[in-house]
């Protein structure tokens, strides 16, 4: 089975508010983007991370909380939190 159709598996519950935030953008846009090639836009295997053109977005409703971005991102860029109680990745059928 791919990873594809595995977190098809997952259900998540979703909470308006985001537990992941890119503290500082420039640094995505320059130093990373020249020296490490933004890898969290590969190393997430919910593929949460994405470059605008402009800006590393976040697409939180994804994260199946594996935490790789707290080691993955060389600068220490992405502060992540577990979601608010409740809310979030439920592997019950993964
Ligand atoms: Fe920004 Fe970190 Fe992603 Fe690099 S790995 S683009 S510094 S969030």
Known sequence: ???????????YKHDKQSHISIRDNDICGTA???TWGRPCTTFCPANVY??????????????VECTSCLTGCPYHNID????????????RNG
């Open 80 to 91: 992540w939190r577990l979601p608010r109680g409740g809310y979030g990745v439920q592997y």
């Open 1 to 11: 089975m791919k990873l594809e159709e595995k977190l098809y598996l997952l259900s």
């Open 32 to 34: 990373c983007a020249k």
């Open 50 to 63: 994405a470059w605008d053109g402009e800006k590393i977005t976040a697409s939180f409703e994804n994260c």
